[in-house]
């Protein structure tokens, strides 16, 4: 029934849209995407296998969203109401973070850090598919670190760098980038939480706002509000002028590599002037998100947007460095605006392909709205298959 009323919302759009929205919600245009894919993968380094096309790597199982455990998978607003105001979501977070310790001791993922001019920022893989960060100043030896939701494996890299934490930046209230504070803050008695007081961060001691500004040592980093995910959700801009180099968002729960978060405390309107705001950074800036969701994310992009040559390449990369385990942050901005469909709803392309038509006001605000949300629910149907 619902590939049928998917069908007739195109009509007009083309049948090949059709097509491929029936394919989203039966399976079958996934799976047979999905196996497309690998068969061209598999043609630039193996000629013998373009025949029999073999399956991804079975190393790749660990990507817990195949495994339902991710507890924001859609499972409905009782379950986020638990998960976010009761004892019960801090529970669950216990107890995800006791099996991702026992199942990935060194961590999900291979951390791949990035030194610049006196600036470290290092990517620590924690529960079993989320990010945190320490950005370091290395000649003051002061490190901040971004939603640290596993002390333990945060206060090791601190004392393996050997630096002393002097701040904690939160991007939001869900466990899975918030449990870590009250340990941490423990820990590091000057250490400052950062986070906005809309959300109820755990442990806050610092409320922040839209363009304020942290400094430690020779970091100057801003806040930026982008509602949406959750109310009072903010995204942080590491500044590169002071040390000569690119500037760095952590982008927590809005944007990631070819993807963006679930809008559960706002509307569409919401989600799209928050991706807006970060539209408006530099193509140059590094793209440090919460989660590794890039290898989804980008299966997802290629069903919307099937001929978008920049994805098919960033996708083979991608898929070269799971195989190893590695991280696939950063991005740049200026790579997410060619091939993450939630930064293209502007693209003509993709309005004529799954977008509601001009809006009658002829608001274009509005209709990329619709577009987002029709996005959204898309790629939510995409990835509980």
């Known amino acids: 029934m619902a590939a049928v009323v998917a069908a ?42 373009k025949e029999e096309p073999e399956p991804l790597s079975p190393e790749l199982e660990y990507i817990p969203r195949k495994r339902g455990k991710n507890p924001m998978k859609a499972v409905g607003l009782a379950w986020y109401s638990l998960y976010t105001r009761t004892w019960l979501g801090y529970l669950f977070y216990r107890q995800q973070l006791r099996r991702a310790r026992n199942r990935y001791p060194k961590g999900h993922s291979k951390a791949q850090p990035r030194l610049f001019n006196g600036v470290k920022v290092l990517p620590i893989p924690v529960l079993s598919d989320n990010y945190s960060y320490l950005i370091i100043d290395t000649q003051a030896r002061l490190a901040v670190a ?147 969701y890039a290898e989804e994310n980008l299966g997802f992009a290629g069903v919307v947007e099937p001929e978008n040559l920049a994805r098919e390449r960033k996708m083979q990369w991608v898929q070269r460095q799971r195989m190893e385990r590695k991280s696939t942050c950063p991005s740049t901005l200026g790579e997410e605006r060619s091939y993450n469909p939630f930064l293209r709803t502007h693209c003509l392309a993709l309005q004529e392909a799954l977008g509601p038509g001009p809006d009658p006001t002829g608001d274009d605000g509005c209709s990329r709205a619709q577009l987002l949300e029709e996005l959204r629910r898309l790629k939510d149907m995409h990835k509980s298959k």
């Open 146 to 292: 971004v939603d640290p939701s596993d002390p333990r494996a945060v206060q090791a890299s601190i004392e393996k760098e050997g630096v002393t934490l002097v701040a904690i930046l939160c991007t939001h209230k869900h466990w899975d980038h918030s449990g870590g504070n009250r340990d941490l803050s423990r820990r590091h008695r000057d250490c400052r939480v950062y986070g906005s007081p809309q959300d109820g961060i755990p442990y806050l001691t610092h409320p922040l706002c839209h363009q304020d500004v942290v400094s430690v040592g020779r970091l100057q980093i801003r806040a930026l509000a982008t509602p949406g995910h959750t109310q009072g959700h903010l995204v942080y801009l590491l500044d590169g002028e002071p040390y000569k180099g690119p500037s760095c968002l952590f982008s927590g729960d809005l944007l990631f590599l070819s993807g963006c978060g679930r809008t559960f405390e706002g509307t569409a309107e919401t989600m799209l002037s928050s991706l807006d705001t970060v539209l408006g950074l530099g193509d140059d800036t590094l793209l440090w998100p919460g989660h590794e």
């Open 8 to 49: 007739t919302a195109l009509k007009g759009r083309g049948a090949r849209n059709a097509r491929v929205l029936r394919g989203i919600l039966s399976g079958a245009t996934a799976n047979r995407a999905s196996h497309n894919r690998t068969r061209a993968l598999q043609s630039h380094s193996s000629p013998e296998c």
